[in-house]
């Protein structure tokens, strides 16, 4: 099976995603500096265009800690050690690419940037059909939220040199066998190219 060749993607129906973009989570990643650029070019880009910018940070509140079972392997350790408050500094996006007005602002509790949020109800009120993927990590919320955005019928596309991981044979693993049978990768420059067609 093949998936159909892009040439084009409408920007008023197109969403780029910043995800996970947080000052706890971006100090932890070599090299963020350069990342944090292209995202921001990426970002500059799909709002000249037209699209729509969303950011989706993990944060919790006393409640949604109590909320976190001993059984999930990924957050539990958050809930011990009381990580992750939604009103601490490190859960706040990097100001480097901060949200501007209009832009779509979601809170999760989980891996994935789309089912512990309203953001699928706002993409859907605003006509979005697709998805431009930026995130950390790509083994974390790049990888749950393309698979839950794929099986919602968005068209997906992960941008491989916006995303980073702190596993580099994992990250180039689902670049280049697992994203690919669900979406299309591209880069900053494809993206740029899709905006606007010649």
Same mark, same amino acid.
């Given at each position: 099976m093949t998936t159909p060749t892009l040439?084009?993607?409408?920007?008023?129906?197109?969403? #780029? #995603?910043?995800m996970d973009f947080q000052n706890g989570i971006v100090a932890s990643i070599p090299g963020s500096d350069? #990342?944090?650029? /292209?995202?921001? $070019?990426? =970002?500059?880009?799909?709002?000249t265009a037209g699209g729509t910018i969303g950011y989706v940070r993990v944060a919790f509140t006393e409640e949604d800690w109590d909320a976190v079972p001993e059984t999930n392997k990924t957050f539990s350790g958050v809930v011990a050690a009381r990580m992750l408050h939604h009103e601490d500094a490190t859960t706040r996006i990097d100001e480097r =690419?901060?949200?501007q007005d209009g832009d #779509?602002?979601? /809170?999760?509790?989980?891996v994935g940037g789309i089912h512990t949020t309203t953001l699928h109800r706002q993409l859907? +009120? /605003?006509?979005? +059909?697709?998805?431009?993927?930026? $995130?950390?990590?790509?083994? $974390?919320?790049?990888? *749950?939220?393309?698979?839950?955005?794929a099986d919602r019928d968005y068209r997906v596309l992960v941008v491989s040199d916006c995303v980073a991981?702190?596993?580099?044979?994992?990250?180039?693993?689902?670049?280049?066998?697992?994203?690919? *049978?669900? $979406?299309?990768?591209?880069?900053?420059?494809?993206?740029?190219?899709l905006l606007s067609p010649a």
């Open positions: 040439t084009a993607i409408d920007p008023k129906r197109t969403a #780029l #995603l910043a350069a #990342l944090i650029e /292209r995202v921001k $070019g990426a =970002i500059a880009d799909v709002r =690419i901060a949200p #779509l602002v979601v /809170r999760k509790v989980r859907t +009120d /605003r006509g979005i +059909d697709t998805l431009v993927l930026t $995130g950390l990590s790509t083994n $974390g919320v790049v990888l *749950s939220t393309l698979l839950d955005a991981d702190h596993d580099a044979e994992l990250h180039e693993v689902l670049l280049n066998k697992v994203f690919p *049978s669900r $979406g299309h990768v591209i880069d900053t420059a494809e993206l740029k190219r």
